[in-house]
């Protein structure tokens, strides 16, 4: 079938709003109808050329979405036609030593080269243009209104519970919250400093509130995040501007148990680490803006930890319910990651403020 996508034609060069061919599901794939798709600072990595993981155009971005099925395969047992989903990321193998040992977000599986390299996990591409084939973004590429993705990609929503802007779950909040609990496992009465307070960073401020951090400082250079940091639940708010070890010094008189950086920006990880108390744990948890991070190794003489971790190492299967439910009973709140709803045709200027830092987060809503 045919539909609207964005599609990024070279690096450095605006997307194109074009009429894309979409593939009939095989047998363990399943069409969506795409209702929302956030905008993510990995996409805009790609559309600059800076996402090293990332092939050549032409590909569809987009990986953060919510939707309803359309279509599905003949041996498709866990969705029908009309069910609400969202679209998980990390697709993996389930059978490499990764996957076996309980890492499946290390895979090294073929399920996720193919998925690396936009294609569905027999090696086809979902989209096709003009005749020629058209990679999805990590195999999702929902800066369309049509995606097919395997069967094992989607997580059912309730149907009264269903809204455009849990699309946000899939990567930006997924990632931030497995970051506070599953990698830096911050506990009750720790204190966090987070830099960085787009979609992935008030996700880990609301996970650091709920796991009991005493105080929560969240940094930033636009007032406005740190004002929406402020109503995820942030107690302190510092210019990012300024310097970040003496200003958290003089918040806790010690340093920060957890740093979080998600802006991967040159410099942010060493302030960060430098904000820490001895012994404390840096978190690198965003896709890296900068080749080097430049970390002072008296600072690790310190016994302090710096860790990176991909897609904040969560399980979706497993997280992304758990996510729907803390959001549907007002545990955890959408709102404030949400800066602005657009159409597609909007998506050039929502991707140029995504890297201007001029939003939390911008959600492209289809029609
Ligand atoms: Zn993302
Ligand atoms: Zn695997």
């Not at 899939?170 to 009750?188: E, M, Q």
């Not at 840096?282 to 430049?294: F, K, Q, W, Y």
């Amino acid at each position: 079938m045919r539909a609207k996508a964005a599609v990024l034609t070279g690096f450095g060069k605006p997307l194109e709003i074009r009429k894309i061919d979409v593939a009939d599901p095989g047998p363990t794939e399943v069409r969506v109808r795409i209702v929302a798709s956030g905008v993510c600072g990995s996409d805009a990595k790609v559309c600059a050329g800076r996402n090293p993981l990332y092939p050549q155009p032409p590909v569809v971005l987009g990986h953060e979405s919510a939707g309803i099925v359309e279509a599905t395969g003949a041996a498709v047992t866990s969705v029908s036609p009309g069910d609400h989903v969202l679209v998980a990321m990390n697709r993996a193998c389930g059978r490499c030593p990764e996957c076996a040992s309980g890492h499946a977000y290390l895979c090294q599986g073929e399920a996720r080269h193919s998925a690396v390299a936009g294609r569905l996990a027999d090696g086809r591409t979902p989209f096709s243009l003009d005749g020629r084939e058209l990679p999805a973004f990590i195999g999702i590429g929902s800066f369309a209104e049509q995606v097919v993705v395997g069967e094992e990609m989607l997580i059912p929503v309730p149907d009264e519970d269903f809204d455009a802007s849990l699309a946000l779950l899939a990567c930006a909040v997924v990632t931030g919250t497995g970051a506070v609990w599953r990698v830096a496992r911050v506990r009750p009465g720790e204190t966090v400093l987070v830099v960085g307070c787009g979609g992935v960073g008030l996700a880990v401020v609301q996970a650091a509130v709920l796991a009991g951090a005493a105080r929560v400082i969240a940094a930033d250079v636009n007032p406005a995040k740190l004002h929406e940091a402020r109503v995820a639940g942030a107690t302190d708010a510092v210019d990012a501007g300024d310097s970040l070890p003496d200003a958290v010094g003089r918040l806790t008189g010690r340093g920060v148990d957890h740093a979080f950086d998600v802006t991967g920006a040159a410099g942010v990880a060493a302030d960060a680490m430098a904000a820490t108390k001895p012994g404390g744990t840096t978190v690198l948890v965003g896709s890296p803006a900068s080749a080097e991070i430049g970390v002072p190794s008296a600072l690790l003489f310190g016994g302090r930890v710096l860790r990176g971790c991909v897609g904040g190492n969560a399980n979706p299967a497993a997280d992304l319910p758990n996510l729907i439910e803390l959001v549907r009973t007002g545990r955890f709140s959408l709102d404030p990651l949400v800066s602005e709803r657009v159409p597609i045709e909007e998506v050039n200027e929502a991707l140029a403020r995504q890297q201007a830092g001029a939003v939390t987060r911008s959600l492209i809503v289809f029609d």
